[in-house]
């Protein structure tokens, strides 16, 4: 009786040491990892990676801005889809690059250069306007200035910056094969409305797009909203199930702007090609050679040209004496002088007077006596 008594104490005790050691073990559970703290970085790390893959080019209203080498390059329509994250509808680009001008700065299109990108400090899903209806969602980039608590209207989007698509196939990550030509984007516009739905990051807000459920409604299933994890290094981004890896740095704004590298190159004033809008270099006007006569020719010797070699100039010759004006003919009461000028060039022995003398008698002139003077 007392032994198994004793056994049944210490079966009892071992079991509760085993219990209590169970008990004690922490409870392991899968938890996603902290937000990385990004350091923050100037402007210079937007410089460094763009510059292979376009020029920065020093725009009058921008000042820097960049230009991607890509032709027909446009933004939020060129090489990338949207996603739907826990802040709202994200682009996804297929650039390497792509995660500093899609969620940094503003976009702007010039006739000359394209698409424009103008850098920024804050960091959004995308900076771009939303239009809803009619069947269709539409996107625009944003140009530099714009306010996100005025939204944006028909008149201050061009008509053409919009890219619209049948709302089934939003999301989609093909969604570049269904857009929709920009020869409709009038009709499709006035049948659209603007979509005012906003969120904020890191305090700044930012259009968000259309909302999750009106989506759902429209592609027939159900959208799960994936997760943006910070990553370290740009090359570190991607998809990895259900879980968007991008780099987003804090762009410091005490930070001056550095100087652009060398690819940098002048922008013209002028929406004009640009080989009409390169100046003329202003040369200094050298004064004419006095020397130069009518008909001369640079590669005539002097001597063919009546100009003396330095040989041929002889010592104290005298400069040619330029022509003396005549003077004006002598007006007496207001009439001109008579022809005897040129009678006396021709016969220098012959007197002649210009009025006629007075004769004696009666005040006649005596013309027979003036001509028995004339002397031959």
């Not at 409870?27 to 460094?48: H, K, M, R």
């Not at 020029?55 to 209203?61: C, G, M, N």
């Not at 209207?153 to 920009?182: A, K, L, S």
């Not at 759902?216 to 990553?231: H, M, Q, S, T, W």
Request: a positive charge; one cysteine or more.
């Amino acid at each position: 009786m007392k032994k198994t008594f004793k056994q049944l104490l210490l079966t009892t005790g071992i079991g509760i040491m085993f219990t209590s050691c169970y008990v004690s073990q922490p409870v392991i559970t899968e938890t996603p990892p902290p937000p990385v703290e990004q350091p923050g970085v100037s402007l210079s790390v937007f410089y460094n990676t763009l510059s292979p893959y376009g020029r920065w080019v020093d725009y009058p209203s921008y000042g820097r801005v960049w230009v991607c080498n890509d032709v027909g390059f446009v933004p939020y329509r060129t090489g990338g889809h949207w996603v739907y994250a826990n802040v709202g509808w994200t682009w996804v680009s297929d650039y390497n690059w792509g995660w500093a001008p899609f969620h940094y700065g503003r976009w702007f299109y010039d006739p000359i250069y394209g698409w424009g990108w103008v850098p920024g400090y804050d960091w959004a899903p995308a900076w771009v306007s939303w239009r809803s209806g009619g069947g269709y969602y539409g996107w625009a980039p944003l140009t530099p200035g714009f306010s996100i608590s005025i939204g944006a209207t028909f008149g201050n989007i061009p008509t053409e910056h919009w890219c619209f698509v049948p709302n089934q196939y939003m999301g989609h990550p093909g969604i570049n094969n269904y857009y929709i030509n920009r020869s409709s984007n009038t009709t499709i516009i006035n049948n659209t409305t603007i979509i005012n739905n906003t969120n904020v990051y890191n305090n700044t807000k930012y259009m968000s797009g259309p909302e999750r459920t009106e989506v759902e409604r429209n592609i027939g299933r159900r959208l799960d909203p994936v997760n943006i994890n910070d990553a370290r290094r740009p090359e570190e981004g991607g998809m990895v199930n259900r879980n968007l890896n991008m780099y987003r740095p804090n762009i410091t704004r005490e930070t001056p702007a550095p100087a652009p590298p060398k690819n940098n190159v002048p922008f013209p004033i002028n929406n004009k090609p640009e080989s009409h809008m390169v100046r003329p270099e202003v040369k200094p006007v050298r004064p004419p050679d006095i020397t130069a006569m009518p008909g001369r020719r640079d590669d005539q010797p002097e001597r063919s040209r009546g100009v003396l070699s330095p040989e041929d100039r002889k010592p104290n010759m005298p400069s040619p004496t330029p022509p003396q004006k005549q003077p004006a003919p002598d007006q007496r009461n207001g009439q001109p002088r008579s022809n005897a000028t040129d009678n006396r060039n021709i016969y220098p022995s012959i007197r002649m007077n210009n009025r006629p003398q007075p004769n004696q008698n009666n005040g006649r002139s005596n013309n027979n006596k003036e001509r028995k003077n004339i002397q031959y």
